[in-house]
């Protein structure tokens, strides 16, 4: 069956090639449809950059399956910036859940295998390509599947990680607890932040 996919892959791409090229040839015959080419294709350029910069938003997507995921999509590009944000959105889901739920928070409940709270950069490959994993888009309506012919891990994306969160206990008393939040890149730790919580808690 695999062997059948490949063929009919190569064969798209192939017929793909030789139509670009065909419009190629086409295109550059005349010098005006090379201009009306040029000019359609800059316009095009200019257009998602506008869009890109000035239309899309960052945002939080939560995982329908693992409720302590979130995949981060259409992330900034400054670090400090994306970390700052992180940081805030994770006090804002503290002061919303920690008082009325606290085991939303911890680290063995069955919502949140990988970490107490685990932010990574959301990513989803085309169902064409087989070779290629999903993507970290898998998550939000999957558990992971480490059987069959494509395996999907929430490890195999280490790279994604942007940021962890968990609650430890302060040395001075088992009811005084903080917040060590931890920012990836590459899948290394690059910087430690700590949120403080105003509320003495039990964990179990």
């Known amino acids: 069956m695999e062997i059948l996919i490949v063929i009919f892959l190569l064969l798209l791409l192939g017929t793909g090639i030789f139509l670009l090229y065909k419009v190629l040839k086409w295109i550059v015959a005349k ?54 944000i992180i940081k805030s959105r994770v006090i804002e889901m503290i002061d919303k859940n920690l008082i009325n739920n606290q085991k939303v928070y911890t680290a063995n409940t069955h919502e949140a295998p990988y970490a107490v709270l685990a932010f990574y950069s959301y990513s989803k490959s085309s169902r064409l390509s087989v070779f290629q994993d999903y993507g970290t888009a898998y998550f939000i309506d999957h558990e992971e599947d480490l059987s069959g012919f494509s395996v999907e891990d929430l490890g195999m994306y280490h790279n994604e990680k942007l940021a962890t969160f968990n609650i430890r206990p302060n040395k001075k008393g088992t009811t005084q607890h903080y917040g060590l939040l931890e920012y990836y890149e590459n899948g290394y730790v690059v910087k430690t932040d700590t949120v403080a919580l105003q509320k003495k808690i039990d964990l179990k």
Do not use: C, W
């Open 31 to 84: 010098k005006v449809r090379a201009i009306g080419a040029l000019s359609i294709l800059s316009a095009t350029i200019i257009s998602v950059t506008m869009y890109q910069l000035f239309f899309v938003k960052m945002e939080f997507i939560q995982s329908n399956v693992y409720p302590n995921l979130y995949l981060v999509k259409n992330e900034i590009k400054d670090r400090d910036s994306l970390h700052a």
